[in-house]
């Protein structure tokens, strides 16, 4: 039976508000998740262009689109007096402020950690930063920049072609931290009656994901190698090729899989030999073991081969690209796609946050928000007439009205 759709109902931030003034990947993926969890999250985008993150090419094209989702977007120039009332006047409806700009930013606009929670006790303030109070803290940081600090770009490509993973990871893990510590600020809340400023740091989160491979650091008294050079505690846990030119990934962990995966090759002869009697034994006896299975593997298609780890029970994958993610069965049956409608008119089908409460999951309330799309809905309920509204409009305060599925003035 399918997994329920994720759900598109209040969730249970509901009746929180973040402020969130954030770029890029690393703030926006904080308010993305409280976002998808139910809470109002509003964008404070700078006058007049908004964030500068929508005009991204290359792979930078994707992140606006992607976590931005459920979100509304106010556009203030807050370094005008007038719009720094603005945010300030937002501020006293506020639970949450997410920021994750340069050091020193937040201090310079008026809007620091230590003057807001001063002037606001209940709020909970979220700074995401390259790195936690020490010698580094002020430096700017890119999540390349850590991954190459902390060995994970070191572990990804072959010794001496160091090469930073496929994906933002430290950006987004450090994102889905800050949202973690914020939900517990909040608990906290609930306790004392105050906020407080909470933290989370790109090159700490990277240095975390490092962790096993400092602990192997440990427990070997070796070198660490990088992942291309790894000695497999599996002696089964390669890529093979089809006889269609396809990669698949297998993996033999246990022996219960083994024998399962000798049966189901017809190898009986791999099965009796005592020399593979237990995965120790068969990791000594790779040298000869993984020709004779990738021989096998070249004689089955893409499809026979998948057939055989199925019947197996094996951990295995054929080598997918991310263009494939938009038409996989589980992820389409467990309604982890939310068809999302980009600033620019395009549609396409982007990924839920992983995780279910019960049978409740976190779907899409609207698209990524056009440029001020939501600027006088939101200033209106803070007090702003519609003569204030204009005024500040006309003198660049302020910017109104972008809808969403057209980027076109309303």
């Known amino acids: 039976m399918a997994a329920p759709a994720p759900s598109s109902g209040d969730g249970p931030l509901a009746g929180v508000r973040v402020l969130e003034f954030t770029q890029a990947v690393l703030g926006p993926t904080c308010g ?11 964008r404070v985008e ?33 370094k005008d ?5 603005a945010a300030h006047r937002l501020l006293q409806g506020a639970d949450v402020l997410v920021e ?8 310079r606009l008026g809007l620091g950690a230590e003057e807001l929670t001063s002037r606001y006790p209940r709020l909970v303030y979220c ?37 930073r993973a496929g994906a933002s990871i430290v950006d987004v893990m450090t994102g889905v931290y800050g949202a973690m510590a ?119 298609t893409l499809a026979e081969a998948v057939g055989l780890c199925e019947r197996a029970d094996l951990p295995f994958s054929p080598v997918a690209r991310p263009e494939d993610l938009f038409d996989d069965p589980q992820l389409a049956a467990g309604g982890s796609l939310l068809e999302t409608r980009f600033p620019d008119g395009k549609v396409g089908a982007l990924p839920a946050l992983p995780f279910r409460l019960g049978d409740a999951g976190w779907g899409k ?15 209106t309920a803070a007090g702003y007439t519609d003569e204030e509204l204009a005024d500040l409009a006309d003198d660049g305060v302020l910017l109104m009205g972008r809808n969403a599925d057209t980027g076109g003035a309303q």
């Not at 993305?32 to 509003?42: K, P, Q, R, S, Y």
């Not at 007096?81 to 009332?85: E, F, I, N, V």
């Not at 994750?100 to 201090?107: C, K, W, Y």
């Open 32 to 42: 993305l998740v409280l976002a998808d969890l139910g809470a109002e999250v509003i």
């Open 46 to 78: 700078p006058a007049p262009t908004g964030d500068p993150t929508r005009y991204l090419r290359g792979f930078g094209m994707g992140y606006y689109p992607f976590f931005n989702r459920n979100k509304k977007s106010v556009v203030l120039d807050v």
């Open 81 to 85: 007096p007038r719009g720094l009332a």
């Open 100 to 107: 994750n700009l340069a050091p020193g930013t937040m201090d």
């Open 127 to 163: 700074t995401l930063k390259g790195f936690l109070p020490g010698p580094y803290e002020k430096r700017i940081a890119l999540d390349e920049v850590v991954q190459m600090m902390s060995g994970l770009a070191y572990m990804t490509g072959p010794r001496g072609t160091p090469l």
């Open 182 to 300: 914020v939900l517990l600020a909040l608990q906290e809340r609930e306790r004392s009656g105050r906020g407080q400023v909470v933290r989370s740091a790109l090159f700490e989160t990277a240095a975390f994901i490092m962790g096993h491979h400092m602990a192997y650091a440990v427990a070997s008294g070796e070198e660490v190698p990088p992942m291309p050079e790894r000695v497999s505690a599996w002696a089964v846990y390669h890529q093979f090729r089809t006889a269609d030119d396809q990669l698949l990934f297998v993996g033999v962990t246990s022996d219960k899989q083994w024998e399962r995966f000798c049966r189901e090759l017809g190898r009986d002869d791999l099965l009796a030999d005592p020399r593979l009697a237990t995965n120790n034994d068969r990791v000594a006896q790779r040298d000869w073991l993984l020709p004779e299975l990738r021989r096998a593997f070249a004689g089955m």
């Open 365 to 379: 309330r609207a698209d990524p928000p056009g440029l001020g799309e939501h600027t006088a809905e939101v200033l």
